[in-house]
């Protein structure tokens, strides 16, 4: 599963966004909160599987909101690019949609790029919409000194 999460930031660091994902949004390391996951009865860790051999992994947290409420927060879902488009993900996601759904979550948030169509449409195919969109200016590379 390591593996699958470097395969993973390899492939989404270049991609428009993907820097401050890596610095932002992405387990720092993963080698030590995917095991604590593990432990947490607010987290869910799975493996996606072809033949008993790991092809992909997701992961979901809940998030009390202000008022209460619990979120799903999916922090992560990546298949190896060999083993898409056989359902993977699928039954990665419907896993993670279930446990919210047992935890009583008001609702479930996923993280997509801007420009990554294929996450986009298997979201959208998986019944997420939008809900916000965040907006992002670069900074010149000297911090903005002239």
């Not at 790991?54 to 909101?65: K, S, T, W």
């Not at 999916?74 to 935890?103: N, Y």
């Not at 969109?133 to 670069?138: A, P, Q």
């Amino acid at each position: 599963m390591l593996e699958l999460a470097q395969q993973m930031r390899s492939e989404l660091v270049p991609m428009k966004g993907g820097a401050i994902w890596s610095a932002r949004e992405a387990h720092a390391d993963p080698a030590s909160v995917y095991p604590a996951m593990l432990e947490r009865d607010d987290a869910q860790l799975i493996v996606g599987t072809i033949d008993e051999v790991v092809v992909g992994f997701a992961a979901a947290q809940l998030e009390r909101l202000h008022d209460g409420q619990i979120l799903g927060v999916i922090t992560d879902l990546f298949v190896d690019p060999d083993a898409r488009e056989v359902g993977v993900g699928e039954a990665l996601a419907l896993d993670l949609i279930a446990f919210c759904e047992s935890r009583g979550c008001v609702g479930i948030d996923a993280f997509s790029l801007p420009g990554h169509r294929a996450a986009k449409n298997f979201f959208e195919d998986s019944g997420f919409t939008a809900r916000a969109i965040v907006m992002h200016r670069r900074m010149p590379a000297d911090g903005g000194a002239r």
